[in-house]
């Protein structure tokens, strides 16, 4: 507002590329990469202050790298279960039409998988589950299938896959299952492995720590 209108247009272009960790940044580099919903690649901004790109899948010689433009809490949450919403969420917030392989519709049953995911987070109560002094069943087998079917998901960040399987993680070490835990520690020691995201390893390490 002090700035009456002035660079308005800039700082919009700015704030939506730029990254957040101790002061907003911009990296050139990375901001040639192409959006996608299902993305190939993810970046983070590691301890010296450079932002690196990884693999999270596997990408073809020649294939395009790409990214998903912003980080979400869950991305089918925030961008709906159907191709429509999905292109209009992108359109409001990042002024363009995705053309991404799911959105094109070269990717199948994604909506489906969508619809079970934002039926099932409608169903789970993460916070009375904590306040209770068990665990119903009925959560944990739910947070089964909130596993299953984000490892089915082409949509969204690595990090939609993490934070089921965390929660995983924590329920069963809540009701001491030694082996639903070690399938969600494993689950993210493999990502860990496979892309080497340094915030994600870190995770991992946290999750031995304290679980274990």
């Not at 450079?50 to 925030?78: H, P």
């Not at 917030?93 to 039926?119: A, S, W």
């Not at 924590?170 to 860990?192: E, G, M, S, V």
Request: net charge negative; with cysteine; hydrophobic share 40%.
């Amino acid at each position: 507002p002090d700035l009456e209108g002035k660079l308005t247009k800039e700082l919009k272009i700015f704030s939506l590329n730029a990254r957040l960790r101790d002061e907003m940044s911009l990296f050139l580099n990375v901001l040639l990469i192409n959006h996608s919903c299902a993305p190939n690649a993810f970046s983070e901004i590691i301890d010296d202050g450079s932002c690196e790109v990884r693999a999270t899948k596997d990408i073809s010689k020649g294939g395009e790298i790409t990214l998903l433009y912003g980080v979400f809490d869950y991305t089918y949450k925030r961008l709906g279960c159907n191709v429509n919403e999905r292109m209009q969420a992108i359109k409001n917030r990042f002024f363009f039409d995705c053309k991404c392989c799911v959105c094109t519709g070269d990717v199948p049953d994604q909506e489906d998988i969508t619809k079970e995911l934002l039926v099932l987070h409608d169903r789970l109560d993460q916070e009375t589950a904590t306040q209770s002094e068990e665990i119903p069943s009925i959560f944990v087998l739910a947070i089964d299938k909130l596993v299953d079917l984000n490892l089915r998901l082409y949509i969204g960040s690595v990090y939609d896959k993490i934070r089921a399987l965390k929660m995983m993680a924590w329920t069963a070490f809540k009701i001491k299952d030694a082996d639903r835990l070690d399938r969600a520690t494993k689950q993210i020691k493999k990502i860990a492995e496979e892309t080497e995201l340094k915030n994600v390893m870190m995770l991992y390490e946290e999750m031995m720590r304290n679980y274990y």
